[in-house]
Each structure stands twice: as C-alpha cells, then as structure tokens.
C-alpha cells in the first residue's frame, strides 16, 4: 500500500470513524446504531494509537503516540473520580470505603504521572525529541483547567447555597494551574525549557481562543440557517373555535369533576 | 441563590472565566517571553479549523433534527454551505505565501496540521474539563446530606 492511501485509511479514516461514532453513539436513539457508534469510536482511537507502529513514515504519528501516552493518567483520573464519587452519598450502588480510598489513589498517581511528563523522565518523546503535540497539550490542559475551575467557583457562588467546600475545591485547583504554569515558565524541566513553555502557553491561549471563537461563529450561522428555515414554514392550520355541542359537553364533563359530590377529600 | 440580575451574573462568569487566565498570561509573558511572533496566525488558523470542523458536526446533527421536521433538505444545504464557506476560506487564506502558512510545505499539509492541533487543543480542553467536573461532581456526592431546619412555631 502507498503510503498517502496508508496515512489516509489509518489516520484520517480512523479520525473520521471517531467523530461519527462519537455522534452516532451520543444522538442515535436506535440501539443498535449506538452500539455500532461505541465500536466506531473504539475502532477509530485504536487506529489513531496504532500510527507509530502503521504510520511510522510520518509526522501526523506523534498525534497518536501523544493519545497512547495519555491513556495511562486519563484512565486513572476517570476511573479515580468515579470512584470517590459513587462512594459517597448515593442512593443505589454505592461504593465501600475501601473503593473510595483506591479511587483516591489513583487520582493522586494520576496526577503525579502528569506532572512527571513536564518535570522528570516520562515526557512523551517521539521520535528521539519530545512529542511537538505534548508542547500543545500540557499548555492547554492547564490553561483549561485554570478557566474551568475559575468559572465553575463563580457559579458554584451563583446557584448553589452553601457551596464552600466546593468553591475552596475550585480555587485549589486555579491555583495549582497558576503554580504550574508559572513554574514551568520559570525553571527547565528535564525535557522542556522554560522559554519553549512560555511560548507554547501563548501560542495555546491563542489557539483556545480561536477554536472558541470559530465555534460560536459556526453555532451562531447554524441557529441562522434554522430560524430562517423555519420562518420559511406554512403557518400550522388553526383549529375552529369549539361549537355550542362541544361546550355543553365540556362543562358536563367539567362538572362531574370539580363539583365536589360523591368524593372524600 | 444570590441575587442579581442575569446580565451582571454573566458579567461575573465572564470576568471570572478569563481575568485570572489573562493575568497568568501577562505576567508569564512579561517574564520568559520573548517575542509573540506567529501567536496570530496560530490564532487565525485555530479560527478557520474550528469554524470548519463545528460546521462540519453541526451538519451531521442536522440528520438528527430532520427525525421530526419530515427530513428537510434546505438546513442541510445550508450548512453544506458553511463546511464548503470554510474550506473555501482555509484554502484561500493559506494560499496567500506567508500570511497564515507555518513550518509546513504546502497548503494541504498546513491544514492537515491545523486539524491535527485542533485535535490536540480539544484533547486538552477535554481532560481539563473532566478533571474539574469529576472533581466538583466527587465533592457535591460527597457532601453530607442536609437536615431542613424548620422554625419552631
């Protein structure tokens, strides 16, 4: 096989496959179609982790060595959060105790396993230098953190009651994103030197904000293209007003109702 | 609830969402950064992916809509359209020499490569939001319930 009809059936196949399954499986109400989302999607982030060893002729691979390298942390968080949450107050199903504590084991290694892609040995290097897509990742990554958890103390503060806790929560988590992303501006890791991050923390903030800015742009022509098609629409057919027959009937009916005979209240 | 009219909440959500990001930045600019070079057409380019891509999915949610509106074709054109808008624009824009091209050696390799950064940009901002989520959900189910305390008559 060429290698253009290689990069093409692995990796943008594959990348087809996960958007449409992620739709598939999110908005079909049919079972079946579903399930066949849910395989899609697997099968297409198989393809993309498999590209060092399929597509190892070309760049578009450090894509998929960067998915491989975090599949170890994100399983580890998922999995740690849902534990410590189904361990608490819920009324079907809860967890143990024990559960809980694995749960927060794993979020801390998680965590740590992270931290140590930027400042120890585990940074994602593909193939001898460092993955140019963890360059984009790790910036952004915190950066999203910091405007989430940020966003989410205001309005944690503006619907809930009594939401300390939660809020103390947010603002922690703001502020390790601001620690690390100032250390890391500040000192080398191992692998990544701190001018590199900076930069790449601006570079990530401008892409955050395009992709949100093209996003409202897209949403905002899509809602046009539904209002304008809508107001397109033959007005639906009114129904006459109810006749004299009809009118003694309802209040037949409405009596026997609410006249208060024959009825314990 | 606090109170408040609904402008001035989004107003605090806004300000809240982006102050503390922008001052990071600011100040992680005026200490390592050197030059903001490319940092627009980053910016650009993130812009015409992202407008090209959600264009993209919005078309396919369209199949969706058309389960109770007796499958129209007018919205699927229309969106057919934006997708075609912004490929349209990817193109010309990356054709026009250095204006929005990177370390990429042709037109089609560079909008390859905004995809795969798009990718990579929604992987960040995905794992971000799960750890935020995960983090408030564990401590809203973690929370003891609460006793209603009525006023004594």
Same mark, same amino acid.
């Given at each position: 096989?060429?290698?253009?009809?290689?990069?093409?059936?692995?990796?943008?196949?594959?990348?087809?496959?996960?958007?449409?399954?992620?739709?598939?499986?999110?908005?079909?109400?049919?079972?079946?179609?579903?399930?066949?989302?849910?395989?899609?999607?697997?099968?297409?982030?198989?393809?993309?982790?498999?590209?060092?060893?399929?597509?190892?002729?070309?760049?578009?691979?450090?894509?998929?060595?960067?998915?491989?390298?975090?599949?170890?942390?994100?399983?580890?968080?998922?999995?740690?959060?849902?534990?410590?949450?189904?361990?608490?107050?819920?009324?079907?199903?809860?967890?143990?105790?024990?559960?809980?504590?694995?749960?927060?084991?794993?979020?801390?290694?998680?965590?740590?396993?992270?931290?140590?892609?930027?400042?120890?040995?585990?940074?994602?290097?593909?193939?001898?230098?460092?993955?140019?897509?963890?360059?984009?990742?790790?910036?952004?990554?915190?950066?999203?953190?910091?405007?989430?958890?940020?966003?989410?103390?205001?309005?944690?503060?503006?619907?809930?009651?009594?939401?300390?806790?939660?809020?103390?929560?947010?603002?922690?988590?703001?502020?390790?994103?601001?620690?690390?992303?100032?250390?890391?501006?500040?000192?080398?890791?191992?692998?990544?030197?701190?001018?590199?991050?900076?930069?790449?923390?601006?570079?990530?903030?401008?892409?955050?904000?395009?992709?949100?800015?093209?996003?409202?742009?897209?949403?905002?022509?899509?809602?046009?293209?539904?209002?304008?098609?809508?107001?397109?629409?033959?007005?639906?057919?009114?129904?006459?007003?109810?006749?004299?027959?009809?009118?003694?009937?309802?209040?037949?009916?409405?009596?026997?109702?609410?006249?208060?005979?024959?009825?314990?209240? | 609830?606090?109170?408040?009219?609904?402008?001035?909440?989004?107003?605090?959500?806004?300000?809240?969402?982006?102050?503390?990001?922008?001052?990071?930045?600011?100040?992680?600019?005026?200490?390592?950064?050197?030059?903001?070079?490319?940092?627009?057409?980053?910016?650009?380019?993130?812009?015409?992916?992202?407008?090209?891509?959600?264009?993209?999915?919005?078309?396919?949610?369209?199949?969706?809509?058309?389960?109770?509106?007796? #499958?129209?074709?007018?919205?699927? %054109? &229309? $969106?057919? @359209?934006? =997708?075609?808008?912004?490929? /349209?624009?990817?193109?010309?824009? !990356?054709?026009?020499?250095?204006?929005?091209?990177?370390?990429?050696?042709?037109?089609?390799?560079?909008?390859?490569?905004?995809?795969? #950064?798009?990718?990579?940009?929604? %992987? &960040? $901002?995905? @794992?971000? =939001?799960?750890?935020?989520? /995960?983090?408030?959900?564990?401590? !809203?189910?973690?929370?003891?319930?609460?006793?209603?305390?009525?006023?004594?008559?």
């Amino acid at each position: 096989m060429e290698e253009a009809t290689q990069a093409f059936v692995f990796f943008w196949v594959a990348g087809l496959f996960v958007v449409m399954g992620a739709m598939l499986a999110f908005f079909s109400k049919v079972n079946w179609q579903r399930r066949l989302g849910g395989a899609l999607f697997g099968l297409g982030v198989l393809s993309l982790m498999l590209t060092p060893w399929t597509l190892s002729f070309s760049p578009s691979s450090a894509f998929g060595h960067l998915l491989g390298s975090l599949i170890g942390p994100a399983v580890l968080l998922a999995v740690g959060l849902y534990q410590i949450a189904f361990s608490g107050h819920v009324p079907v199903g809860r967890l143990s105790r024990t559960d809980r504590n694995i749960g927060v084991a794993m979020v801390v290694v998680g965590v740590l396993w992270l931290e140590a892609m930027h400042w120890w040995v585990l940074t994602p290097t593909y193939p001898a230098e460092v993955n140019r897509y963890w360059y984009i990742f790790w910036p952004t990554m915190l950066l999203g953190v910091l405007v989430c958890s940020s966003a989410t103390y205001a309005i944690v503060g503006l619907v809930g009651e009594q939401r300390q806790q939660e809020q103390r929560l947010m603002l922690v988590s703001a502020s390790l994103a601001i620690i690390l992303m100032l250390l890391g501006s500040l000192f080398d890791g191992p692998n990544v030197d701190h001018e590199r991050f900076a930069t790449e923390l601006l570079f990530a903030s401008a892409d955050i904000f395009g992709v949100m800015v093209g996003a409202a742009v897209a949403v905002l022509l899509f809602a046009v293209v539904l209002a304008f098609y809508e107001s397109q629409q033959p007005v639906p057919k009114r129904l006459d007003p109810p006749n004299q027959d009809q009118l003694e009937k309802a209040s037949h009916i409405i009596a026997q109702h609410v006249g208060g005979e024959g009825e314990d209240e | 609830m606090s109170e408040g009219s609904p402008l001035s909440s989004l107003t605090r959500l806004g300000a809240f969402a982006v102050l503390p990001a922008g001052a990071v930045l600011i100040l992680v600019g005026l200490v390592s950064i050197e030059s903001t070079d490319g940092t627009l057409i980053r910016f650009a380019n993130a812009l015409l992916t992202s407008f090209t891509f959600v264009s993209f999915i919005l078309l396919l949610t369209l199949f969706v809509y058309g389960d109770a509106r007796k #499958r129209p074709i007018a919205p699927l %054109l &229309g $969106m057919f @359209m934006s =997708v075609l808008l912004g490929v /349209g624009m990817t193109v010309f824009f !990356l054709s026009q020499g250095e204006l929005l091209m990177e370390d990429n050696g042709s037109v089609r390799a560079q909008a390859l490569s905004n995809l795969i #950064r798009l990718a990579t940009t929604v %992987l &960040g $901002m995905g @794992m971000a =939001v799960m750890v935020v989520a /995960g983090t408030l959900f564990a401590s !809203l189910m973690n929370t003891p319930p609460r006793a209603i305390q009525f006023e004594e008559e």
